[in-house]
C-alpha cells in the first residue's frame, strides 16, 4: 500500500487494489491460522475455474476456500466447477 501512496483505509478501499489486497491478508492470515500440517496450495483448471486457497492435508484436500471482498459476496460457478474437480 505503501508504494501506491495508499495511507489510510479509505484510500485502500477505494483503490482497484482493494479486492486483491483483501485476498492476500485473507490467504496470509488463513496459512498461519492452519500451521504447519497444511500445505497451502492454489488451483486452476484448464478452464480457468479457480479455488483461491486449497489446504491440504496427506495429500487430500482438506478445504477449498474462496476469497472475496464484497457487500453481497457469492460462491462463483468457477468455484463450484473447480471443487468439483478436487471433490
Known amino acids: ?20 489486497s483483501w485476498e492476500g491478508l485473507a490467504i496470509e492470515t488463513l496459512v498461519a491460522a492452519a500451521g504447519e500440517r497444511y500445505t497451502p496450495t492454489f488451483y486452476r483448471t484448464e478452464d480457468g475455474a479457480e479455488v483461491d486457497l486449497v489446504l491440504e ?12 471482498r464484497s457487500s453481497a459476496p457469492d460462491v462463483s460457478r468457477g468455484f463450484r466447477r473447480a ?3 478436487l471433490r
Open 83 to 85: 471443487r468439483e474437480v
Open 1 to 20: 500500500h505503501a508504494l501506491l501512496d495508499l495511507e489510510s483505509w479509505d484510500d485502500v478501499v477505494g483503490h482497484p487494489v482493494a479486492g486483491a
Open 57 to 68: 492435508r496427506g495429500g487430500r484436500v482438506a478445504a477449498a476456500v474462496e476469497i472475496t
